[in-house]
């Protein structure tokens, strides 16, 4: 992440859920898409993207919890994440959580009621 840090999340524990029918979200880089695509050709891929590259940086600096050397490094992740964007099966606008949210929700196949 950030090519600071690495996480994982166990296969397994994802395997087992599918096996029993339930859906499967994972929160990952670019990276880690990458690596579920090769071991996992039939998932689907959801990129959530920012309404534009201005709103990005607006959100960034408003959190105001980055120093500028770290803002600097996500606005550099962002931008090869962003170029990436058509290698993803579906593409989600965070332009408003609630509708965001309701459209990956739909995506997934999950019932709300």
Known sequence: MHGRHRYGTPRAS????????????????????R???ETMPDAQFVFLAPPSWDELVRRLIGRGTETEQERERRLSTAKVEL????????VIVNDDVHRATEELVTLMGVRTH
């Open 14 to 33: 994802v395997e087992r859920r599918l096996d029993n029918g339930q859906p499967v979200l994972l929160e990952i880089d670019l990276q880690g898409a």
């Open 35 to 37: 690596q579920v695509r």
């Open 83 to 90: 170029a990436a964007e058509q290698e993803f099966d579906h």
